[in-house]
């Protein structure tokens, strides 16, 4: 038998990949939409399914992007919903490690776990920009080069806290049906970011660590998740890209103790399916024009240039101006905030050649669409990605909410359980279980 596959579904909304205009859109924070969803991926045999977070609403020319989610309910909160709606479904939080702090972080976490019986994940994020730390009253106040010193050391702190309750203990407790002894939640911790002590009041989760999620791709990213994490929900999808961070990432667990399933790659990927492959190349093509409207399109294209565009028709072509190298018109966006300079001399050439409207250029240059074709092809192509080795599996963002992971759960996943690259059933509990991962490291130490 080949390797198995791992699934997860993104919950869409916090960026224009949602087509809001087709009749079956959904609402984004009805809570019978997160049901739905999550309903569909448990069917579908999936490991978990996952909650992007943004801590504000994003901008455009100091306005309130009115292309945006204008609603994002707390990840957790939705989440400890949803463990009474779902009973093996793993359920991932994104929840920011540079807003947060490790006590609060520790006992949420571990009561989504105790909550959902061991199915609760963490994806750990960053954040040090100063527009989102004005929420919080603290814009600017951690310098980009930190964000990682204190990510890791935020979640070193929140395990010492997990850990600060021993589960032999807690179990020779409850069998005597004895109170539970007084030094369980003891901690004490001393860093450079946190300076903490005090008794941790809620007890060791059932996995003992929730699954670690981590997203970054820059040098500190590959490292930190390396060394701490448990999944990477990674952005590449094509195909030699795939294969070259699966190789890179991997190849540095060894020298933290870890073997390579250790830690899973799952990239972000959409499908597009049709009862044949000139069908599903349409479909494509019709969600990729829908997800870029007109303002869509304008938007990008000032968010990358840093100027007004809002005079110029989107099906025109791209004017002949430079771009701004200054702050820009865009805030809370961050494919917005590399060199916009050389992005934007890179969509000027791919403009000229190929003679590109506006909009047509923003379709080319920010497509998503990773599996297109019949049922039967997906499946052979999703698990050549994975026999291959440049996935452990794919966490699937459909275009549509709530209703858009029913076709790919009903005509692929068959199709995978027959070729015994999906699981046929839950054969464990756990998130943990789900993942074939080992138990939690403890006390901070490395494995």
Known sequence: MGRRMHLAAHFPGVNNTTVWSDPDAGSQIDFASFVHLAKTAERGGFDFFFLAEGLRLREMKGRIHDLDVMG?????????????????????????????????????????????????????????????????????????????????????????????????????????????????????HQGQHFDISGIFNTPRPPQGHPVIIQAGDSEEGREFAASDADVIFSRHSVPEEARAFFKDVKSRLARYGRRPDDLKILPAVTVVLGDTEDEAAERAAAIRRAQVSAPTALAYIEGIWGRDFSGYDPDGPLPDLEPDAGEGVSKGRAQFRGDRVAIARRWRELADTRGLTIRELVIEATGRQTFVGTPEAVAGQMDGYVQGEASDGFILVPHLTPTGLDEFVDRVVPLLRERGSLRAEYTGATLREHLGLREPRTGGEKA
């Open 72 to 188: 994002r309910p707390e990840s957790l909160t939705v989440l400890a919903a949803l463990a009474g709606a779902t009973s093996r479904l793993g359920l991932a939080a994104t929840v920011n490690s540079t807003f947060n702090e490790p006590y609060e972080l520790a006992r949420r976490l571990a009561t989504l776990d105790h909550l959902s019986d061991g199915r609760a994940a963490w994806n750990v994020v960053t954040s040090w920009d100063a527009f989102t730390g004005e929420n919080f009253r603290r814009g600017g106040y951690l310098p980009q080069s930190d964000r990682y010193t204190r990510a890791r050391e935020a979640l070193q702190t929140v395990r010492e806290l997990w850990d600060s309750w021993d589960a032999d203990a807690l179990r020779a407790d409850r069998e005597s049906g004895e109170f539970v002894t007084p030094d369980q939640g003891a901690f004490r």
